[in-house]
Each structure stands twice: as structure tokens, then as C-alpha cells.
């Protein structure tokens, strides 16, 4: 067969056992080429643990020679690995290309937020935004009652070629509820950074999370005496256990340094957080600790620092979280930070907030909605100025 003289892009699908360079070996590229993309892709990522069910695709220049290679990392980050016109090999990390339409979902809380939410088909990665979004004026796990209302726009993505991708982005939400209510709005402040922020144009990122694995059960709370099921004998519960699946991501409620990364006791596998002025955050029984959490390591809010485990005391999968002020005890789920203005032009929050208000009153629930109409109340320059560069499907 002639070689091609155009470019051809193979894509391949990943089976269990298969790696880079025996996949490369199987479409004809020989040993030193293989050396050399190989080399390249490690300047950015480590190629030899591939994940089953991802792509790897490949193109051939004219010639049949390998010209390119990308693989997705995540489901929002790719591998991009390109001979330039000299013949050297570059690597970089991308954004994966996808198609976002704007999703309104409206709801009533019959039983608990999360159940509410799930039935009215919030996907768990949006339920659990909102819980960090709002949670700092309100308590889902107190102040929710039945009656209660909640209201979401956010970013639905897919592939280019319409595989689904997860949720992007709140641009808006917000919860009515009889003794408390709380909203928050994506804006972009000065510099052009996107953030959110209240319902008085309060930064809410720099608040800590309130909780560190995604919103879920509570199976013990904060006591200063607590029936212990392994000792058999009363004793403090200074923190909260809170019950999620074995191999949960367990996430850094704010920004700070590693202090201690490793087996602790009976806390099992065990990490603090000194996040400064004498406050330092706990997570205990993990499974593993993530390789970059080490100690002294910066990590950042939101940062996954390791998994939800069963080591150490503990009677099944969950995570033990604790907080500290100055080595003394808190209720990690009464804390609130007092939120800090964020450098935005208040004359356009109050335009953006109206216009994403006005969205939020018109999604016609109580069930998700896929707008027949322009997506977003914004027109298309402000669209791309306010939420960034998006391909939207009507």
C-alpha cells in the first residue's frame, strides 16, 4: 500500500494491559521514533500506566510518518504531544475541545437537599458545587426544610464528536428557603479571573469548603462525648465522620501547607493542613495520601490530597475531618468564615447579577430544561467576555 499524502488520524481505544509504546509498535512506528515520543511525552505526563477506556489518537503526516499524539489525561485535560517544522518534539497539556449549552434546573425540597436534587436530575458533580457555593450561609444539613426551593444554570458539556463529558461551570444559583436563603454568581473580576460571589459581590472561593469529600451522610458528629463502636467506651468525637464510598476523593478546604502525610495511630493514614493564622484542617482514615501531598507540599482549595478509606479505628469507608484554631478543637460544620469583598466593578456585578437573576426566574421546571431559546441572557460578545470562550448548541 502507498503511504498516505495527507494527514490521517487514528483513534485508539484503550484495553486493559495495553501501554504506549506497544500501541505505537502496533501502528508501525519504529523503535528510536518510539524512544522519542515517549521522551517527549514525559516532559508532561507519565504515558506508562495508560487508563483502560481512554483514547489514545495518532496522526500520520504525509509519508506515513507519526506527526502527532494526543491522549486525554482526564475528562478536562489532554497529552499534546507535535513535531514542529524543524523535526523536534514538543508536549503540552490542553483543554479538551467540547460543545457547552447552558442547563436551567429548578426544585422543591420534599426530603433532604440531596434527594430533592437528585430527583429534579441535578448531576452529583453540580449538587456538590452548590453545597460548596452556598454553604456558607446556609447548613444543608439543619437549615434545609421541606418547601423549600433551589435553582441552578450551569454548563452541560459533550465531545465534539457528542460523547458526554462532566458539568462544567454554576454560572448561577440559588436557594429560597423559610429561614435562610443564600445565591452566588460566576463573574470575572478585574484581572479577568472568573469568580463567585454572593448575592453582594462577596468572594465565596476564598471561604474554605465546607465539606471535603462531595456532599454526602454524616454518620457522626461533633461531640464531647461519643459511644466509641471499636473501644466500647465514651469518649470525645472532636470532629465529624462523614460516610462515602472507599476511593472518594477527599479534597483540601483551603489553600495551605502540608504539616503531616502519613500513618498516624488509630487515625489510620492521616493528613493535616496548616492553612496560617493558627487554623490547620485533619483528614484521617484515607486509603492512600496523593503523591503530591507530601509533607511541606502547598496545595491548593479543592486540591485532592488522597482517598477515602477504612485505616486505622474505623468501622467502614469514611472519612474522619477535623479542625483545629491555635491546637484548639472546632465544630468543623459551625465555622464560618466571614466572607472578603472581591475585586469587581460593582457597577457591572449589578448588571450581571440581574441579568443571570432573570434567568434563574424564567427556567420553567421542575424538571431539567433545554432551552429553545437563546441559552444565556447575555448577548454573544458578553457571553464570550463574562464565561469565556464557549460552542453552544441550541
Request: charged content about 20%; aromatic content about 8%.
Amino acid at each position: 500500500m502507498a503511504p498516505p499524502t495527507t494527514t490521517v488520524s487514528v483513534d485508539h481505544l484503550i484495553t486493559r494491559g495495553e501501554s504506549f509504546t506497544g500501541i505505537l509498535r502496533h501502528y508501525g512506528v519504529g523503535v528510536s521514533d518510539i524512544v522519542a515520543w515517549e521522551r517527549a511525552a514525559h516532559q508532561k505526563a507519565n504515558v506508562q500506566r495508560l487508563r483502560t477506556g481512554r483514547h489514545l489518537t495518532l496522526e500520520f503526516g504525509p509519508g506515513g510518518s507519526l506527526s502527532g499524539v494526543r491522549y486525554d489525561l482526564d475528562d478536562r485535560q489532554r497529552l499534546v504531544v507535535e513535531r514542529g517544522a524543524g523535526g523536534q518534539l514538543s508536549a503540552r497539556q490542553a483543554d479538551i475541545p467540547a460543545r457547552i449549552r447552558i442547563t436551567g434546573v429548578r426544585g422543591t425540597i420534599v426530603n433532604t437537599f440531596y434527594q430533592s436534587a437528585k430527583e429534579a436530575r441535578l448531576p452529583d458533580a453540580i449538587i456538590s458545587r452548590m453545597v460548596d457555593l452556598l454553604s456558607g450561609e446556609i447548613d444543608f444539613d439543619s437549615d434545609v426544610q421541606t418547601g423549600d426551593r433551589f435553582r441552578v444554570l450551569y454548563e452541560e458539556r459533550t465531545r465534539l464528536d457528542g460523547r458526554p463529558l462532566p458539568p462544567g461551570r454554576i454560572l448561577a444559583a440559588d436557594f429560597v428557603g423559610r429561614t435562610r436563603s443564600a445565591a452566588a454568581f460566576l463573574f470575572h473580576d478585574d484581572r479577568g479571573a472568573p469568580v463567585h460571589v454572593d448575592a453582594r459581590g462577596c468572594s465565596i472561593e476564598r471561604r474554605p469548603l465546607r465539606y471535603p469529600v462531595e456532599f454526602t451522610r454524616i454518620s457522626s458528629a461533633f461531640s464531647p462525648s461519643r459511644f466509641h463502636p471499636i473501644l466500647n467506651r465514651q469518649r470525645p468525637h472532636l470532629g465529624v465522620d462523614l460516610v462515602a464510598p472507599a476511593g472518594t476523593p477527599v479534597r483540601a478546604i483551603a489553600p495551605g501547607t502540608v504539616v503531616w502525610a502519613g500513618w498516624k495511630g488509630e487515625l489510620g493514614l492521616h493528613v493535616e493542613i496548616d492553612h496560617g493564622d493558627g487554623l490547620v484542617s485533619a483528614y484521617s482514615h484515607l486509603r492512600r495520601i496523593d503523591r503530591a501531598a507530601h509533607s511541606g507540599a502547598a496545595v491548593r482549595q479543592g486540591r485532592v490530597i488522597g482517598w477515602v478509606g477504612q485505616t486505622g479505628l474505623a468501622t467502614g469507608p469514611h472519612l474522619h475531618y477535623a479542625l483545629f484554631d491555635r491546637g484548639r478543637y472546632l465544630n468543623p460544620l459551625t465555622v464560618h468564615a466571614a466572607p472578603r469583598s472581591a475585586p469587581v466593578d460593582a457597577y457591572e456585578f449589578r448588571a450581571i447579577r440581574a441579568a443571570l437573576m432573570q434567568r434563574l426566574r424564567t427556567i420553567p421546571g421542575p424538571y431539567r430544561v433545554v432551552p429553545s431559546t437563546a441559552p444565556v441572557v447575555l448577548s454573544a460578545l458578553a457571553q464570550a467576555r463574562q464565561f469565556g470562550p464557549v460552542i453552544l448548541t441550541l
